[in-house]
């Protein structure tokens, strides 16, 4: 049973920092990419920034230049450093794993259970 267990969250003034951090734990063979979702109140949950196994990553527009995802393979953990916050980014950020459980299997992908950021004066 393969879990993602997020920490990092809580609350935090505009403009400044917090850091996440998540780490899949279990049976586990291999992990692909690896990211952070949010969802605000009300509205979709989108991709924030995701990590392939080879360190490519991508962002959303909107945290580009404040956000910075990093991966350690060796623990399975993936951490994203969250800088210049502003009160649109409050939100439940979720941890997300695709990875295979056995090498036959197909690749599918975890969910952590969230963790709370909200950015407000």
């Known amino acids: 049973q393969v879990q993602l267990v997020e920490s990092g969250g809580g609350l935090v003034q505009p403009g400044g920092s917090l850091r996440l951090s998540c780490g899949a734990s279990?049976?586990?063979?291999?992990?692909?990419?690896m990211g952070w979702y949010r969802q605000a109140p009300g509205k979709d949950r989108e991709l924030v920034a995701r990590?392939?196994?080879?360190?490519?990553?991508n962002y959303l527009d909107s945290v580009k230049g404040r956000f910075t995802i990093s991966r350690d393979n060796a623990n399975n953990t993936v951490t994203l450093q969250m800088n210049s916050l502003k009160p649109e980014d409050t939100a439940v950020y979720y941890c997300?794993?695709?990875?295979?459980?056995?090498?036959?299997?197909?690749?599918?992908?975890?969910w952590g259970k969230g963790t709370l950021v909200t950015v407000s004066s």
């Open positions: 990590i392939t196994s080879i360190g490519r990553a």
């Open positions: 279990g049976i586990i063979f291999s992990i692909n990419a």
């Open positions: 997300n794993a695709n990875l295979k459980v056995r090498s036959w299997n197909i690749a599918m992908d975890y």
